[in-house]
């Protein structure tokens, strides 16, 4: 149990519509990032958000966009769904960006048919 | 980030110890050593970390060559609950994103 809860676990969604995926980091943990996962793959960066301020991007088209919040929370955004972005998507919260302890949320599980 | 070279796949006895290899000729004075494992169907794990001497924790022992060119992960006594992919990351110490960079990692798998 790593304290960080994502939803939903599962989503379905057709090519062009947008989605949003939510998750909760642990209380206290200013730092957020967001990872993707294809089948059989390592997670790749999305991005990460530090005190509600994008403030590193990995190589990810601007229709993947997020927010985080005051209370912990965050959202990734995905707008324009193509079949390509069906994957795992994992968010990570830490106490900052320095050296620590990332935990991983079980991720969102997003199907684009 | 500097890139790892981990082997695609291990097996282990249970109640064996485990050593996982992984290369990084190419890591710089400021990158640590992150392992994370990733269970099936569970996000990643943070198990250990490092930066140049050897580090244990109650999890696993992280056993840095001298020359910081390889690393090796000690689980002491493999159970049936180790068996996951193992990542090897390199993470640079330093103002900027808290950026892991996984590869492929390493599927152990646990024999009964």
């Known amino acids: 149990e790593t304290g960080v809860t994502q939803s939903p676990t599962h989503l379905i969604k057709t090519r062009g519509q947008q989605v949003t995926l939510r998750c909760s980091s642990q209380?206290?943990?200013?730092?957020v990032s967001w990872y993707q996962q294809a089948l059989g793959q390592g997670p790749q960066f999305i991005f990460q958000y530090y005190r509600e301020e994008e403030n590193g991007r990995g190589n990810f088209p601007p229709r993947f966009s997020g927010l985080q919040f005051p209370n912990y929370s965050s959202e990734l955004n995905v707008n324009a769904l193509e079949l390509d972005d069906s994957a795992l998507y994992l968010c990570a919260s830490s106490l900052s960006w320095e050296n620590t302890e990332a935990f991983f949320g079980q991720g969102t599980r997003l199907t684009v048919v | 980030d500097a890139k790892t070279t981990q082997p695609n796949s291990m097996e282990s006895n249970e109640e064996e110890p485990v050593h996982l290899p992984c290369n990084h000729s190419?890591?710089?004075?400021?990158?640590?050593i992150h392992w994370y494992r990733q269970l099936p169907s569970q996000g990643p794990e943070y198990v250990i970390h490092g930066l140049t001497s050897n580090v244990n924790n109650r999890m696993a022992s992280l056993a840095i060559a001298e020359d910081r060119k390889s690393s090796t992960l000690i689980l002491h006594r493999a159970t049936l609950r180790d068996a996951a992919v193992y990542y090897c990351?390199?993470?640079?110490?330093?103002?900027?994103?808290?950026?892991?960079?996984f590869g492929k990692g390493t599927k152990l798998s646990v024999i009964p």
């Open positions: 990351i390199l993470k640079r110490s330093g103002a900027g994103s808290y950026q892991l960079t």
């Open positions: 190419t890591i710089s004075g400021t990158d640590y």
């Open positions: 209380s206290g943990h200013n730092t």
